[in-house]
């Protein structure tokens, strides 16, 4: 159940981040931001304002790590759609230039050696030089490419397409119905995210190239069936060429049916161009191993990797493997934390990677060592922001995406002698110099269990300490997802600050950042320790003078969904208004529709059946304490959702309705999990705040 929120960087930041009763060895240190100081507005943050601003995407470095190329994608009220283009600007400081502006959308493939860009529009290839010149059209074939990876010499091609194995679809099985639309099903892995499985699964496919010309493409999975990237969350990442072009890397669970639906177990395979053979570079590696990548002078190869099958959330690190000694070593084992993503340092000699840490997201480096002592993990940036994608390396830095809780994702270099961040990119500068500023603060209670809890706050804009304001308790999905400094499209919650509301954000059990066993005490817990940590936090936010105790509420969607609906039944009085979304309500039924069943064993125990689980379905069981219910309650629902499928929020409506509670459902019959439309994020803001209005 699944990839942050800001803060006005610079003064601004470090002048409206504060810390509250703070243990002084979790003190977490101000951030060292050099950039222009932001002169900030009068106007308060509203949904409309949120939806246009752009969106910020690292795309590349040319190949002397000078020159940025970055995406901006502008969403249309208009046409309910976003453009993106993309845009050149030196690293240093220059003019900004667009690179693109046909409609459609472009994404670099690759910045080459002698300045051409290749990037993907409309699914086809395309070259225009960096410097200034015409745009070429590189490939017209019938079918988009995607996921496609050049090989180092540039004769090859690799992408992934979609192959029909099994006849799932009617029109597919009986070819003289083609006006029918029926699926037959004998196993499971039947749908998955918000589509049904029709029977077509995305294979590699490798081609030759020549200037634009691909020759026949080759299946590397025609005697297999079942290969896809990690849908909806995989992609080009899952493929990698070997330095000297002669083989093919990519990741699959070759797995199907209940086998795929209970297991985590990708593995990363290397494809023979000359021989034709392929082997599994990973065997014996049980979870996720994912984003091979070569070292630059390709000696190594390192990628992510979970140890335990079935687990999706366990402790990521990265391993490396020696072509030349054969031997592989984990870089990261030893270390208490997980990783979010990494590259390769220039030299070859360390990788640079992003983890959570004590609610952010910050830079780190390690060593490779294929010695007998453990490499040494390095916290390289610390600082009130979070880091996103490391876009490369440039002389002296990281060039990376970094967000705050009030401010949207740019582009900066992280320069290792100044430890700080750099802007580059300035895209919506202009929009936050209008916005009035909302305070965030680190504060740090006790939990029940007597556990130091830390949470983010975020006060409205001029908050006043001798007024009170209604306060929202914001309860994250996962559930080991983290709460850190990245900035939310939907879930904003300076958004929610501007319109009066403080907002806490506790980092409950179950969130990384805090040690791989908080990050894991979650597991077969969810109704206990995280939902206690809930309460403590806001208990311990509800003793300030300025909070209104009449008006707190609780929000959350999919597992925070689940914590809301679970808070219903156990809160005592605590929360006046209630907004769950997508949450799951009845842990039977759940079990029984959800796809992903790796994640329901391992999170939940197993199945309903097994009495070993009974405490997860009765006392952990947000409908086996409807009887308590009796506060307000919102309830959002994607109606092609089928991580938490419809019935969930139409039964919590329903049990909401008959014990005649104070009920909404706002259902988004072609939303899965997420709210993607751009009409529909308004209409789901609308009646979020307006429901907050009404209740609260």
């Not at 119905?177 to 004998?186: M, R, W």
Request: one cysteine or more.
């Amino acid at each position: 159940m699944m990839k942050k929120i800001s803060i006005l960087t610079c003064a601004i930041l470090l002048s409206s981040v504060t810390f509250a009763q703070q243990a002084p060895e979790k003190r977490v240190n101000r951030s060292l931001i050099t950039n222009k100081l932001y002169h900030l507005g009068n106007e308060r943050m509203t949904p409309e304002k949120l939806w246009e601003l752009g969106r910020v995407s690292g795309e590349g470095l040319s190949a002397d790590g000078k020159m940025l190329i970055y995406g901006v994608s502008n969403y249309s009220f208009g046409e309910n759609k976003s453009e993106k283009n993309l845009y050149a600007v030196p690293l240093k400081g220059g003019e900004v230039r667009q690179f693109t502006s046909e409609t459609g959308g472009e994404s670099v493939v690759e910045i080459t050696k002698t300045g051409d860009v290749i990037y993907l529009f409309k699914g086809q290839l395309w070259s225009k030089p960096l410097h200034g010149g015409e745009a070429r059209q590189l490939t017209k074939i019938a079918d988009d490419l995607e996921n496609v990876k050049l090989s180092p010499d540039g004769k090859y091609i690799l992408f992934s397409r979609p192959v029909l194995v099994k006849k799932y679809h009617s029109v597919d099985k009986y070819p003289d119905l083609a006006k029918s639309n029926v699926y037959i099903y004998d196993d499971l892995d039947y749908r998955h995210w918000d589509s049904f499985n029709d029977g077509r699964f995305n294979h590699p496919f490798l081609a030759s190239y020549d200037e634009g010309t691909i020759g026949e493409p080759i299946d590397l999975m025609a005697d297999e069936a079942f290969y896809s990237p990690q849908a909806p969350f995989g992609g080009a990442d899952d493929f990698a060429w070997s330095p000297d072009s002669k083989a093919v890397l990519y990741v699959c669970k070759k797995k199907f049916g209940k086998e795929y639906a209970q297991s985590t177990n990708t593995d990363i395979y290397r494809y023979d161009i000359a021989t034709k053979l392929t082997s599994n570079l990973t065997e014996g590696l049980m979870g996720y191993d994912t984003h091979p990548v070569y070292s630059p002078n390709g000696k190594n190869l390192a990628w992510l990797s979970m140890k335990t099958d079935g687990f999706e959330a366990d402790k990521t690190d990265i391993l490396v493997f020696d072509r030349a000694s054969k031997k592989r070593v984990n870089l990261t084992g030893a270390w208490d934390g997980t990783v979010n993503s990494f590259i390769w340092s220039k030299d070859g000699r360390k990788l640079f990677f992003t983890a959570p840490t004590k609610g952010t997201v910050q830079l780190f480096e390690v060593e490779v060592n294929f010695g007998k002592a453990a490499s040494t993990v390095k916290q390289l940036s610390e600082g009130l922001f979070d880091i996103g994608d490391i876009v490369g390396e440039t002389d002296g830095g990281l060039v990376v995406s970094s967000t705050t809780l009030t401010r949207a994702a740019e582009i900066y270099v992280y320069d290792f002698k100044k430890k700080s961040l750099q802007a580059v990119t300035k895209v919506n500068d202009d929009a936050f110099a209008k916005i009035a500023e909302t305070k965030v603060e680190g504060r740090f209670t006790k939990a029940s269990d007597g556990a130091d809890l830390f949470s983010w706050v975020i006060y409205p804009p001029n908050f006043d300490p001798t007024k009170k304001y209604p306060t929202l308790l914001f309860c994250q999905g996962g559930p080991q997802s983290a709460t850190t400094l990245g900035y939310s499209f939907r879930w904003n919650f300076q958004l929610m600050a501007s319109q009066g509301y403080i907002v806490i954000l506790p980092n409950r059990r179950g969130m990384p950042g805090w040690g791989v066993k908080w990050n894991q005490d979650i597991s077969k817990d969810w109704g206990g320790q995280p939902i206690r940590d809930y309460l403590s936090a806001i208990d311990d936010l509800a003793k300030e003078s300025y909070v209104d105790k009449e008006r707190i509420g609780a929000v959350g969607a999919s597992y925070g969904g689940y914590s809301v609906f679970m808070l219903a039944g156990v809160h005592e009085g605590r929360f006046k208004s209630l907004i769950s979304h997508c949450g799951l309500f009845d842990m039977t039924s759940w079990y029984g529709t959800t796809e992903e069943l790796f994640f329901a064993n391992y999170d939940l125990g197993g199945p309903y059946w097994d009495k070993n689980n009974e405490k997860t379905y009765t006392e952990f069981n947000p409908i086996k304490h409807v009887d308590k219910w009796n506060t307000p309650i919102l309830i959002f629902q994607g109606g092609k959702d089928f991580r938490v499928p419809i019935g969930q929020g139409l039964e919590a409506f329903q049990a909401a309705q008959l014990k005649n509670v104070k009920s909404r459902l706002v259902y988004l019959p072609e939303e899965n999990h997420w709210v993607l439309s751009g009409h529909n994020a308004q209409v789901w803001q609308r009646e979020f705040f307006g429901w907050l209005k009404e209740t609260l």
